[in-house]
Nanobody, 116 residues
Framework: QVQLVGSGGGLVQAGGSLRLSCAASGSVGSIRIMGWYRQPPGKQRELVATVSRGESTNYADSVKGRFTISRDSARNIVFLQMISLEPEDTAVYYC??????????WGQGTQVTVSS
């Protein structure tokens, strides 16, 4: 079992920045990928960014160049630095982890609201 606790959301004006954090606990040695998904109002959950054990990263096209995902493996924390935020980035952001056994875990979600 893996437990994920996300934090760092909030309200920001367009053009502003936020940093999300996700702390993993439990069977952290089995995690192969961590990252973030988001669910905008009235829409389906979508990939934002992921980082693998080998530090390979993957980003949604809509956030490339604006968001940066990083991983502190020693503390089992993943960060999502978001700059140049747009109203379209408004969503509930969910921390995500996938294990070597291909089990998926989700954090509780943190709200990010970008005002125009």
């Amino acid at each position: 079992q893996v437990q994920l606790v996300g934090s760092g959301g909030g309200l920001v004006q367009a053009g502003g920045s936020l940093r999300l954090s996700c702390a993993a606990s439990g069977s952290v040695g089995s995690i192969r990928i961590m990252g973030w998904y988001r669910q905008p109002p009235g829409k389906q959950r979508e990939l934002v960014a992921t980082v693998s054990r080998g530090e390979s990263t993957n980003y949604a096209d809509s956030v490339k160049g604006r968001f940066t995902i990083s991983r502190d493996s020693a503390r089992n924390i993943v960060f999502l630095q978001m700059i140049s935020l747009e109203p379209e980035d408004t969503a509930v952001y969910y921390c995500y982890a996938s294990t070597l056994e291909f089990r998926n875990y989700w954090g509780q979600g943190t709200q990010v609201t970008v005002s125009s």
